[in-house]
């Protein structure tokens, strides 16, 4: 089984709608990270957990929200979702802040 | 502020060539450098770091990497490449000290011509 596995993997939907984005990991580490993907921008970072009680701003985090229900769970919510929120989005997890561990991903479109 | 630069955007070589990645960051002093693989359809995989010590590292699918500090530099290389190489590589360094953000250089497309 995956270490970290998100879900959806796919999504399509519509301009105001409220979407999540889910999240969970097995490998027992603190730190959890989102992340959206765009061609030709690499992964900018969206928001991240160090712990259940302490979740930061990364560098584009305006129109989402996250929520980290458990050490090992933490969710990505789109609360109006819009259309250049159309993007891959990954969760990552890390031990140390260092080296991060990846999960597949989610295709999001909003149309 | 700092950033990764990855000066090529797509790659194309031939099965069984050799082949060189090139990354270079912004920072003053020297933070830690990852390289992630990026297969169609995947996540982020690591492929190697480097913190300190020897310069030149080994990682897992034959590739190796070299930090050199008077260029700022992180290349990525492989004695010979395989089909199965074709994918999106990424360069990335996290800065030391801080909340250990992660920085991404904008990838590099590798094709892989039989």
């Known amino acids: 089984d995956a270490d970290v596995t998100q879900t959806p993997r796919n999504r399509i939907t519509k301009t105001g709608k409220r979407i999540m984005l889910e999240c969970s990991q097995t490998?027992?580490?603190?730190?959890m990270y989102w992340y959206r993907q765009d061609p030709g921008l690499g992964l900018r970072l969206i928001y991240y957990?160090?712990?259940?009680?302490?979740?930061n701003k990364g560098e584009i985090s305006d129109g989402y929200s996250v929520s980290r229900q458990a050490q090992a769970k933490f969710s990505l919510s789109l609360e109006s979702a819009i259309p250049n929120q159309t993007a891959l989005y990954f969760c990552?997890?890390?031990?140390?802040?260092?080296?991060?561990?990846f999960g597949p991903g989610t295709r999001l479109t909003v149309t | 502020a700092q950033s990764v630069t990855q000066p090529d955007i797509h790659i194309t070589v031939s099965e069984g060539a050799s082949l060189e990645l090139r990354c270079n960051y912004s920072?003053?002093?020297?933070?830690?450098l990852f390289w992630y693989v990026q297969s169609p359809g995947q996540g982020l995989q690591l492929l190697l770091k480097?913190?300190?010590?020897?310069?030149l590292v080994q990682g897992i699918k034959g590739f190796e990497a070299e930090f050199k500090r008077s260029q700022s530099s992180f290349n990525l290389r492989k004695p010979s490449v395989h089909w199965s190489d074709a994918a999106e590589y990424f360069c990335?360094?996290?800065?030391?000290?801080?909340?250990?953000?992660?920085?991404f250089g904008a990838g590099t497309r590798l094709a892989v011509h039989p």
């Open positions: 920072y003053g002093a020297t933070p830690y």
């Open positions: 990552a997890t890390s031990p140390t802040g260092n080296e991060q561990y």
């Open positions: 480097y913190f300190s010590g020897d310069t």
């Open positions: 990335a360094v996290v800065i030391p000290g801080g909340y250990n953000k992660l920085i």
């Open positions: 490998k027992g580490h603190d730190r």
């Open positions: 957990s160090f712990d259940v009680k302490d979740i």
